[in-house]
C-alpha cells in the first residue's frame, strides 16, 4: 500500500505501534489502513490480529462474510470496521443498537434467547465489542465524515474514531472537534504539514487554540 502515516489526536507519529489490519473486499479503498490481509491468510494465522471490517457488509453479512463472520472474532483480538462518507446516520444507529443487544445479551443470556432470530441482523457474538471505526472520505470537498463522527459520539460511541482518504490540514480542527482520535496519511510529503496544523491552526469560530476547545457541544437542557 506504499508508506502510510499514522497520527493520535496530539499528532504524535504511532504507525510503528499500530497493529490494524484492513480485511481485503473488492471494495476496500486504497489509504484505508497501513496494513491489509487477505481473509485466507488471516484465518491461517495462529496469533489473534486487530481486523477491520467493512461496516455495510458487517451489518447485512452475505457471502464469505456471512459464512466466516463469528469465525473472524473468535480469530480476533480487537474487531473494527470502516465506512465511506455514503454511509448514513441511520446505518449507524443500527450498528449501535447491534452493540447495545449485545451487551445486553451478554448480561442476561435469558434476553437474547426470547427474541425471535432475524437472519437479516448481524451474529450479536461478532459484535459485541468494536473497537475502532474508520470514516474514508473519497473526496477533498465532501465534509460528511464530520457529521458521522459526531454522531457517533453523541450517540454514546466511545471507542477510537479513525479518518482517512482525502483531507486536509485545514479540517483538523474540525475533525478533532468532531470526534476524531486519530488521522491516517497516505502521502508521506504531508505528514508534517498536517502535524502542523495540531498546533497552529485556529478554529473558525474563535481565536482559541484547537486543542483547547471540546470536541463538541452537547446543548443543556433549560
Not at 473486499?25 to 491489509?36: K, M, S, V
Not at 457529521?147 to 474540525?174: C, M, N, P, W
Not at 497552529?200 to 476547545?213: F, T
Amino acid at each position: 500500500m506504499g508508506n502510510h502515516s499514522i497520527l493520535n489526536s496530539k499528532a504524535s507519529d504511532i504507525t510503528a505501534s499500530d497493529s490494524w489490519v484492513a480485511l481485503i473486499t473488492a471494495e476496500l479503498p486504497d489509504g484505508l489502513c497501513a496494513h491489509e490481509i487477505h481473509l485466507s491468510e488471516f484465518l491461517h494465522k495462529t496469533e489473534r490480529l486487530d481486523v477491520i471490517l467493512p461496516l455495510k457488509d458487517v451489518l447485512a453479512p452475505t457471502g464469505i462474510l456471512k459464512e466466516t463472520l463469528d469465525i473472524i472474532a473468535n480469530h480476533s483480538s480487537r474487531l473494527g470496521l470502516w465506512a465511506d462518507t455514503a454511509t448514513t446516520t441511520e446505518q449507524l444507529d443500527l450498528l449501535l443498537s447491534q452493540l447495545s443487544a449485545s451487551s445486553e445479551a451478554t448480561d442476561t443470556d435469558t434476553k437474547s434467547a426470547s427474541k425471535p432470530p432475524n437472519s437479516a441482523q448481524p451474529s450479536l457474538s461478532a459484535l459485541s465489542k468494536i473497537d475502532l471505526i474508520v470514516l474514508y472520505t473519497p473526496l477533498f470537498a465532501d465534509g460528511r465524515n464530520f457529521s458521522l463522527a459526531k454522531h457517533l459520539r453523541l450517540q454514546g460511541y466511545e471507542g477510537e474514531i479513525r479518518v482517512a482518504g482525502a483531507f486536509g490540514r485545514d479540517q483538523i480542527t474540525y475533525l478533532l472537534r468532531s470526534g476524531v482520535d486519530s488521522f491516517i496519511i497516505a502521502n508521506e510529503f504531508m505528514v508534517d504539514d498536517i502535524a502542523n496544523a495540531f498546533k497552529v491552526l485556529p478554529s473558525a469560530y474563535s481565536g482559541n487554540d484547537a486543542s483547547q476547545l471540546p470536541m463538541f457541544r452537547v446543548k443543556e437542557s433549560v
